[in-house]
């Protein structure tokens, strides 16, 4: 029992790590490898308002969110228009944009090492312990996972039952169509883009609350969103959600019933199984 | 055509680079060079113990008008390099230490592995090779094969037994029963510590009720402090890096892991690690440790964060300080510059440092602190190798 | 077989010479640019090996450090009890194994999903490694101490790398080649014309993995030690698949377009600006990514058509299109 509810937990914090980088990925067609520095960058931005101004991190977000949202939307425009314009074909793209986001990736990194130097950083933040079902968890965790449950729904309400969501959806099936029924494909890459972005920043904040973090980590975070967005199918918020449970489930049983040494192991396993027997990603359409 | 015309445009850029690389030196300073993570995995890591040190160190020798060669004051200038946690990187940046900038010494760099790896090209160069972050248990074999290699900081079987001997004292004294967990991270100090410290537990009559490994960089230990809490130990011993001690002890608060002896391994020394956990920090023991409470110690404390603003760990930051103390001494009675002559001055020499008094028995340290303990907001070294001056362990008395 | 063209003796005679002259740079310098030599060939050999598969395929790998440890790992158990050139042999024949069974079991898949599998495939080749050693053996360090130096590898690299370059060439010339270029063009056409397109991406896959598991046992000596995070270091892979992609993957020799100038041009960040490093390094990457789209060989080809006849450039440019 403890281990499904550990798993859901963990599931959630890898929900959040991913869901910025399903709309970047999946609607932009922005493989962004940066997507990790972002998210290190946020929890840095979250203790930096916790310990100088003592603002709340999960009230933080209202700060860092619409701060992510503009400096993504810059990075779109400046950085990542060009490529789009220029490629003339998706392959073409997702060359340039590792390569471009790559170079993103350092300049984040760079700037946090300046900034907060290379050393760990922690705090404490509603880590005190919640007892569900006998066993003790960290508040700040469930915080994470409520958060996420809020934030997929939030996301999913947007993309399913609103216009500018459908066209949003329209954008990522088929760019060249969409722009054809009137939707300004531009637009909503960029809006995509920044959106992602601020998720991701967003997930930042809150798992500061309980992670660990210093200048050079983005990368392992970076990692997990690339498996858990092609896992449930790219640009797919719903399949993104559930790979990252079943993801935070496995992890968490294998560690607990056969050995923690082997948890990656396991991931790619599933990993390897998702994609021979739905190579197009747990709720992926099956590409024209 | 084109290959050659990119020879000569590369070997163009070489000389180029070369010319402008050297820094202009003003006649009688000593040149020391120093290569290390500022990026990558180890970052994290150099940034508390490795770079700050070395800051100070040169701040206070330039200070007292430099390095006292044959009776000439020489100041220092330090050239640094980031090895971006790579090995190819740092023998790259030897060589160029070596060979480019002409350095008249190395300090080696950080890591047990990057410090094996360059050893044979500071030892063609024939420079002294002091190596402080390298815990391993090869010391006496490395120290033979490479002679101008010094080592510092201990071995892992000595961090592992002297854990056990004072686990053994405290169940002596009725203070925790038998039952243990030991977990250890899958690489090579976690491995080597786990290697040591089990049989050693067993021989001293523990009871390891639950024993596992992690990989490297994991984030979440809920499945291994529930599963070693289901096991109902007193003790639990994780020999962790940097990011699993923070992890693991985070949870381990939450799970109110009702242990009597907590002890996680690198980074416990930290001062982020009491930052981070507050008062939970209270009671844990972890690798290192130095005489807190001495002067000494104190002094250097306050002196590297005035200077460089940042707080030294209870552990190696010290022995990296010494480490450079041992070196200007050693210039000073070798009179000279030369790394043969400082070599010898460094094998026989006895050097008044922060750490105490050090003497290299066939190149090695043989007394250091290996168990730490935060008691009240400061690591206390509680177990060593005959160091002295260590302080009574306490009884961890719950998470709050 | 066709013989040998006059154009290409001459290539071949040049690249002799080139060869001869470049393996001559240890007679000169034994420091700083050796070991800066060594760089620049360890990564031309593992971006030419890596452009043999990726470059008509189109498929991005990440999986160079798995197959680099590997190597790595050959030499590192086995350099007590076997001799070194056994050990090459060996490291060949594991990571080419390895290549093969995630070829057969990835390479039908879409290009996103094979990125992202040998971007994980390290990590886990790494994860297990490690995992059987802790359990099955004492410690995860491996020593190995030889008499090589830093001229002995270069020697070694640059053998390599010649080996690679011949096996490309023959690849290109041979049947295999001809297929590879077609499935590059148009993969539905390839099948339509009965290629048999996995077999063809697998064998590229296991002959480029092989070359790459020589190169990391060739690099084992002078780490000394060997240990999993140093050997399967995914940054490895990351650096090869920016060099090549900046050097141009269309041809054998564009990736060492991409590996001289950037080992050069990040050395100088990284000496000049020790701490300003990792920034400079981006800014530099994405200049690069946004002024050169084609690669180095790509501006070059761009430069050659200016120079050329009009009549033909114009012509050159439509068959790009």
Redesign the interface.
Known sequence: MDILITGTVLGGTYALIALGLTLQYGVARIMNLANGENLVLACFCAFWLYSTASINPVLGIVLIAPGAFVLNWLIYDFAMKPLVNRAKNRGQLEVDSILATFGLMFIMQGVMLLVFGGGYYSYNFLSEPVQILGENYGLNRIVALIAAAVIALGLYVFLYRTRYGTAIRAVSVNPSSASLVAINVERASAFAFALGGALTAAAGALLSTFYTFNSSMGVIFTMKALIIVIMGGVGDVRGAVLAALLLGLTETAVASLIDPGLTLAATYTLFILVLLFRPQGIFGRQEA | MERRTLMKTFAATLLAGAVLAGPAVAEGTIKIGASAPKTGPLAGGSAVTYWPAIQLWVHDVNERGGIDVGGTKMKVELIEYDDRTSNEEAIKNIQRLATVDKVDFIIPPYGTGINLATAPLIAKYGYPHIAVTAVTDGVDEFADRWPNSFWTLGTSTAFATTLVDLLKGMRDAGQINDKVAVVNVADAFGIELANAGKPALKDAGFDIVYETSYPLQQQDFAPIISSAKNANPDTFIAFSYPGDTFGLTKQAAIADLPVKAYYVGVATAFPAFAAANGPAANGVLGAGGVNAASDKYQDFMKRQIEVTGSAPDFWASPVQYASLEVLEQAITSAGTLDKAAVIDAIKNGTFDTIMGEWKFDHNVIRKYWTVGQWQDGVFHGVASTGVGGEVAPIVKSGWN | MTRLSEKELRIAV?AIV?FA?VATIPLF?D??????SV?IA?YAVLCTAWTLFSGPT?Y?SLATAAFFGIGTYTVGLGIDVLPFPVLLVIAAIASGLLAGLVGV??L??????FV??T???A??VR??V??L???FT????L?V?TDM??KHIFWMLLALAAVVYVTGWLINRSRLGFAMRIIGNDELVARHVGIDVARAKVILFVVSGAFIGVTGAILAP????V????AF???IS?QV??MA??GGTGRLWAPL?GV??FT?LF??I???F?????????????A???FL?RGVSGL?EDLRKVRGDFGSAAKAKEAVR
């Open positions: 040049l080139g002259a310098d420091g700083y640019y050796l070991s800066l760089n360890l189109h991005i079991a990835t039908r898949l879409s290009g996103v999903y992202i599998f971007l994980g495939l990590e886990l994860q297990v490690t995992w050693q802790t359990n004492n410690g995860v360090g020593y101490f130096g830093e002078r780490f000394a030690y240990e999993p995070p140093s270091n995914p940054v990351f698949v920016i992609l900046l377009l001289i100038p050069i050395d100088q990284s000496s000049r020790p701490n300003h490093t990792s920034l400079l390094i981006g800014v530099a990457f994405m690069i990514v946004y789209p070059i």
